[in-house]
């Protein structure tokens, strides 16, 4: 699958784990200089804390478009380690 933002591939894999509907990419798939931490988190009763980051891309930042669980409960423990996206970014296979 790839995600594509503002025109730029920022995630590419075959390794992806679907969780409501959501495609989660291995962090070390993602491009390291279009990720920008984000102060943002919010909770999900049953994964836990997400975390966020922003995404700049050809010169355009789009805030909070990925988040990520960096402790994951033990009912989402598959997707520790991987980033999901939303906000105009496109994934497709």
Same mark, same amino acid.
């Given at each position: 699958?790839?995600? #594509? ?12 784990? @679907? ?20 102060? @943002?988190?919010? @909770?999900?009763?049953?994964?836990? @804390? ?10 355009? #930042? ?32």
């Amino acid at each position: 699958m790839k995600a #594509t933002w503002n025109g730029q591939v920022i995630a590419e894999s075959d390794d992806i784990v @679907t969780v409501e509907g959501n495609a989660y990419f291995p962090l070390s798939s993602v491009r390291p200089d279009v990720l920008r931490e984000s102060g @943002t988190h919010s @909770t999900c009763p049953w994964k836990g @804390t997400a975390s966020y980051y922003s995404i700049e891309a050809g010169g355009q #930042t789009n805030k909070d478009a990925a988040w990520y669980y960096p402790e994951p409960k033990q009912a989402a423990a598959e997707i520790k380690g991987r980033v999901a996206f939303w906000k105009g970014v496109s994934v497709v296979s």
